[in-house]
């Protein structure tokens, strides 16, 4: 008992968020309301204009034109006493006129009113699919400005390709809901209201009986029930479905990237097999919803048609029985059957509402998302970096495992600190608590006297500039890239800036100059050219701090000559921290901090530390051992 209320508990729980989502998705509508109320009115017109030139053509036609007939109203009728005197004047009128000129009227009528209809279906139209690309566009800013504001730390638990999955894939969905669930939603909506009405005024007249009406009550939950079982199946596939195309795109971001060492490998065959697994799964889950929305159609139809036969089979006795007007008859049936349609489509919205509610969730997952570095209020504009930096007792750990621990380093300006240690001991860690890439679990991280945590974000990054062993490049010109962070720097400071990091020569022989576009990642340059355009980046920016991770790793002898000369020219009159595995290009740093164990083994000069059995000299030796 106690296990049956609690699943009857979590059932309206998980309908109570369902509904919170529905209304937080038609939220994005909001700021573009105009479209939407101007959309709904175009809709109105186009369906109230089709659908009375449809149903008021009928019932002359077929009496009079076709069938040579006088259109006659029943003796006793349901109407009230004044609508059935406008009724009778409307049937005399219309019956005093020759058929031939009533059926030019008719003619005549129907073409203008249809092509009022169709300007009105265009205006619809166009205003819905505006709205539905509004919405995705603002959506996916959302999504960018939301993501681009987390911090390090959700990045590192996340997938690329998923991220790009909820701003493309995702997002697309939610359009196709905007621009045809929310436009079905309306347009049927209207078409039934109307339709509906139109079936009353006729069984009023013409005194059809009632009980007819009572089959749409039988239709009704009929067609319901299935559509609610395949449209809460359809949602967990469509969850299925992007999760899947988050893999596909994981494989595609990891294989073109590394496109080298799988043709190094030669794993083409292997990438293949992987892609067309991946890609067969998803086409299996998509198979599994075209399937439910597939069946939707039919089994709505045949329910709708079952009752519509019996419906005919009645008032197909009336006919003969009671002499039933013909065109009202044929009028009768019209609206019958027109509200077969709007039912299947409002079905149908049902299922697509559903695809959408699966991705919303998703992206509304991003969107609540908060960022581990906030700003503080009212915190401190940073003017420049005059004194020093201080490390005062900070520790960090990721989840439970601790990386830093009581960390204290003092750093006067003009210092270069070399950072060294076997990997894994927090040397990237350390350096990337002073731009508050991360922030530590305990003590804190203070320049000029200023915890940075009291400190504007973007006042405390404008001080630092940063080049890190895996140089990141965009796929611009070089002249954008070396300008990423001052964009207002002109073309003299920009060569400038090229010249002091060694790049000048290798971008003059380049057949566009400086207005060479370097692919994705810089592809198209050497390590050594890719890091020097780094460099002149950091140059650019001018910071009086310098973080420098590794930054003449993985390459040759030439290009680490013409590197780390870049990289002299680049520390000189700065604060710099240098995180060096080499240990032959932190020798005249100011002091050497030697890492173990996430904490402060030794630390003073190159000097001091050779000359005593210290971490330093053992793996300096070890490393220059071989050497004449």
Known sequence: ???????????????????????????????????????????????????????????????????????????????????????????????????????????????????????????????????????????????????????????????????????????????????????????????????????????????????????????????????????????????????????????????????????????????????????????????????????????????????????????????????????????????????????????????????ALAAADRIFNILDEQPDIKEKKGALELPGFKDKVEFRNVSFRYEDTYVLKDINLEVQKGEIIAIVGKSGVGKTTLVNLIPRFYDPTAGGIFIDGNNIKDIKLASLRRQIGIVTQETILFNDTIRANIAYGNVEADEIEIKRAAEAANAIEFIQRLPDGFDTLIGDRGVRLSGGERQRIAIARAILKNPPILILDEATSQLDTESERLVQSAINHLIKGRTAFIIAHRLSTVKHASRIVVLDKGEIAEMGTHKELMQRDSIYRRVYELQFKDTP
């Open 1 to 355: 008992m106690i296990k049956y209320v609690c699943l009857i508990q979590e059932t309206d729980i998980y309908k109570m968020r369902r509904f919170r989502d529905y209304i937080r998705f038609i939220g994005f509508i909001k700021p573009h309301l105009w479209i939407f109320i101007v959309a709904a009115g175009c809709m109105m017109v186009e369906t109230v204009v089709g659908k009375a030139a449809s149903i008021g053509a009928i019932i002359p036609s077929v009496t009079i034109v076709l069938a040579g007939k006088k259109i006659i109203l029943p003796h006793q009728s349901n109407m009230p006493e004044f609508i059935e005197d406008i009724a009778n004047k409307a049937v005399n009128y219309i019956n005093s006129l020759d058929r031939l000129h009533l059926l030019y009227l008719i003619i005549y009528g129907i073409l203008i009113l249809f092509l009022v209809k169709e300007i009105f279906t265009f205006l619809q139209g166009y205003l819905t699919r505006n709205l539905s690309l509004k919405v995705v566009r603002d959506v996916r800013n959302q999504l960018y400005n939301k993501l681009i504001s987390l911090s390090l730390r959700f990045f590192s638990k996340r997938r690329t390709p998923q991220l790009v999955s909820r701003i493309t894939y995702d997002a697309g969905v939610i359009q196709n809901a905007v621009a045809e669930g929310v436009r079905d939603l309306i347009s049927e909506s209207i078409q039934l209201i109307v339709l509906f009405i139109s079936l009353v005024i006729i069984m009023v007249a013409f005194s059809i009986p009632w009980w007819f009406v009572l089959v749409f009550l039988v239709i009704v939950p009929l067609i319901a029930y299935p559509v609610r079982r395949l449209g809460k199946r359809l949602r967990s596939i469509s969850r299925d479905a992007q999760e899947k195309m988050s893999d596909i795109n994981s494989i595609l971001y990891e294989t073109f990237s590394g496109i080298r060492i799988v043709k190094a490998f030669d794993m083409t065959s292997y990438e293949k097999e992987r892609f067309r697994k991946n890609n067969q799964r998803f086409y299996r889950i998509m198979l599994k919803s075209a399937k439910r929305l597939a069946a939707i159609n039919p089994l709505t139809e045949y329910i709708s048609i079952c009752a519509g036969v019996t419906v005919v089979y009645f008032v197909g006795r009336l006919i003969i029985t009671r002499g039933l007007d013909p065109g009202a008859f044929t009028a009768f049936l019209f609206c019958l059957f027109e509200m077969i349609r709007p039912f299947k489509k409002l079905s149908n919205v049902h299922l697509i509402n559903q695809r």
